[in-house]
C-alpha cells in the first residue's frame, strides 16, 4: 500500500516520565525548556493516560492500538503479524527506523522490530554493569565475621536494624569506590548515544518520508543522569558516589515511608536530572532535523509509557499493583507543522488513541484492526471530546518473562475527566475516585455515594472486558504462543526491568 503522505514522523517515547514533572504541564522546576518552548506551537494533552503499565503493559497501545490484556495474559508484546504504527508506514513507503535504549521489553523477542528496517535496542550494548547496591542491604559479606555477626544481631530485632543501618553505610560510604563515575553505574545508554545513532541515521536518508521512534530511558531506576543535566538543575552537587548512596537508599526494603522520605526529595532529583538530559538530547535531534532541512515536514509526537511513583502512596518506582495518576498519566506533545492552532488539550485521551490519531495527521490510512480512534478532526475543529480511559494489568507481574507471573489478577482502572473506578480482581474490591474534589486519591467515596456515576463505570468496565473476550483474534494468539515457546527453548531469559 502507497499513501499519498509526504510528512515524516519522530515519536518519542520516554519511560519513566510522569506528568507533572514536565514544564509544559505545571512543573516549577526546568526539567524541560526546549519541550516548553516546543509546546507553544503544539498541541499539549494535559490528560493523556497510558493505557497499561508498566512497559509490558503500555506498548501494545502506543504501538499497535490495543489494549495489552486483549489477546489474554499469556500475551505479551506484539503478535507476530499484527499491524502497528511503523508496518502501516513502511508498507506505505516510509523509510523506518527505531532506536531504544535497552529496555529489554521493547525488543524483537516481544515483536517491536516489526515493520523496522533500522532497529536498534541496544540490548548487546557495553554499558556499564547494574548497579549491586540496589539490592537493598543484600551486599556481598565476604567474611565469615560478618556473616556471623549479621544472623547474631537479627535474633534481636531491635539490634539487627541497627547492624543492617551501620553495614549499609559502611559499604557506601566508607567501602565505596571513591573514583566511580556516572558512566560506569549507568545501566541504559543515555539519551546522547541514542541520538548520536538517529542523526547518523538520518544523514543517510534518500528523500523517503520516514518514521523515526526513539525511546528514551534516562528517568528510568537506578537513577544516574549525567553531571551536565544535573549542573543544569543546580544539582551539581550531587556526584556519582553521592548517587550511587541515593539509589541504594531508595531501593531498600528495611525501611518504612518515613524513613525512605527522607531523601525523596534528593533522589527526585537524579530523576529530574534524568528527564533534563532528554529534553537536551530532544533539542539537539531537532537542530539535527533543522539542519538536514526535514524539520519543516516533520510531525512530532512525544509521550510516556507510565510515570514513577515517589512515595505519593507510599511505594516507589512502577510495580503494577496500582493504578494511580502518577502512574497512568504522562505527558502528551503532538507538533504538526503547518497547523497553527495549538492548545492545551485536557479532555481524557487514552495513549490507544495515539496511533489512529498520528496517521490521520499523516494523511495515512489506519488499520481496521486498530481499538483506538483517531481523534485528529475533533483537534483541528477545538472541540472536546467525551469517552473514558480504560487502563489494565496484571497485579503483581513483577517479570513477564516468565508465564507464571503473567497469569494472575487482572488490575484495571476505567477514567474520565472527574471520576475514577479502580477494580482489583485479586481482591474484589472497587475503588471509586473524584478527582476534582480528591486529585491525590486518598479517600475512595464510599459504598453508597455517587451511585449513578458507580453503576456507569462499572458498565463501561464490564463492556470493556466482554468486548476483549468477544473479539479476541485466535491466530494472533496462536501465533504469539508459539513464538513465546520458541523462544523460551532457544533463549536465556533476560534479566527483568519494569
Not at 17 to 30: K, Q, S, T, V
Not at 359 to 387: I, M, V
Not at 474 to 490: E, G, M, N, Y
Amino acid at each position: 500500500m502507497k499513501s499519498t503522505a509526504t510528512q515524516s514522523l519522530v515519536l518519542i517515547t520516554v519511560d519513566c516520565l510522569r506528568a507533572d514533572h514536565a514544564g509544559f504541564l505545571g512543573y516549577h522546576r526546568p526539567t524541560t525548556p526546549f519541550l516548553d518552548s516546543l509546546a507553544r506551537e503544539s498541541f499539549v494533552f494535559s490528560n493523556a493516560i497510558v493505557a497499561g503499565s508498566p512497559t509490558y503493559y503500555s506498548f501494545p497501545a502506543i504501538m499497535a492500538s490495543r489494549h495489552a490484556l486483549s489477546l489474554g495474559r499469556d500475551m505479551v508484546g506484539l503478535a507476530p503479524g499484527e499491524a502497528t504504527l511503523a508496518s502501516v508506514l513502511h508498507d506505505a513507503g516510509y523509510a523506518t527506523s527505531a532506536f531504544l535504549a535497552g529496555n529489554p521489553y521493547l525488543s524483537p523477542r516481544f515483536g517491536y522490530d516489526a515493520g523496522f528496517e533500522t532497529f536498534e535496542d541496544f540490548l548487546d550494548a557495553e554499558i556499564g554493569p547494574s548497579d549491586n547496591s540496589l539490592q537493598s542491604t543484600e551486599f556481598s559479606q565476604s567474611s565469615l565475621w560478618n556473616r556471623c555477626l549479621s544472623r547474631a544481631s537479627h535474633k534481636l530485632r531491635p539490634v539487627g536494624s541497627i547492624y543492617d543501618e551501620l553495614y549499609f553505610q559502611y559499604c557506601l560510604r566508607l567501602a565505596a569506590d571513591p573514583a566511580i563515575s556516572f558512566e560506569k553505574l549507568r545501566r541504559f545508554p543515555a539519551a546522547d548515544v541514542v541520538v548520536d545513532q538517529a542523526c547518523r541515521w538520518l544523514t543517510d536518508l534518500s528523500g523517503r518520508p520516514f518514521f523515526l521512534w526513539l525511546h528514551f530511558m534516562d528517568p528510568h531506576a537506578p537513577y544516574y543522569p549525567s553531571q551536565q543535566a544535573l549542573d543544569e538543575m543546580q544539582d551539581g552537587a550531587i556526584d556519582a558516589t553521592e548517587a550511587r548512596y541515593l539509589n541504594a537508599y531508595w531501593n531498600r526494603g528495611d525501611l518504612r515511608a518515613n524513613r525512605l522520605g527522607r531523601e525523596r526529595d534528593h533522589v527526585m532529583s537524579l530523576y529530574d536530572a534524568g528527564i533534563r538530559w532528554v529534553d537536551t538530547q530532544v533539542s539537539r535531534l531537532v537542530t539535527e532535523l533543522r539542519g538536514l532541512r526535514l524539520w519543516d515536514n516533520c510531525v512530532l509526537a512525544l509521550t510516556a509509557d507510565h510515570g514513577e511513583e515517589f512515595l505519593d502512596h507510599g511505594e516507589r518506582y512502577h510495580p503494577p499493583n496500582k493504578l494511580t495518576e502518577e502512574l497512568v498519566r504522562v505527558p502528551l506533545l503532538l507538533r504538526v507543522p503547518g497547523v497553527s492552532h495549538k492548545r492545551l488539550v485536557e479532555s481524557p485521551f487514552s495513549l490507544i488513541h495515539t496511533a489512529p490519531t498520528l496517521l490521520d495527521a499523516l494523511n495515512a490510512s489506519t488499520p481496521a484492526d486498530f481499538k483506538g480512534r483517531s481523534h485528529w478532526e475533533s483537534l483541528l475543529s477545538g472541540k472536546s471530546w467525551e469517552g473514558e480511559a480504560v487502563v489494565e494489568c496484571v497485579r503483581g507481574c513483577l517479570n513477564p518473562f516468565h508465564m507464571k507471573s503473567r497469569m494472575g489478577a487482572r488490575l484495571l482502572s476505567v477514567r474520565e475527566p472527574r471520576f475514577k473506578l479502580v477494580l482489583d480482581f485479586n481482591n474484589a474490591s472497587q475503588d471509586l475516585f473524584d478527582l476534582q474534589a480528591d486529585p491525590e486519591e486518598r479517600s475512595p467515596l464510599r459504598a453508597g455515594e455517587a451511585g449513578q456515576v458507580r453503576r456507569r463505570l462499572l458498565e463501561k468496565a464490564r463492556r470493556h472486558i466482554s468486548d476483549s473476550l468477544q473479539f479476541r483474534d485466535r491466530d494472533s494468539v496462536l501465533a504469539a504462543r508459539i513464538r513465546h515457546l520458541r523462544q523460551d527453548w532457544t533463549q536465556t531469559p533476560v534479566r527483568a526491568c519494569a
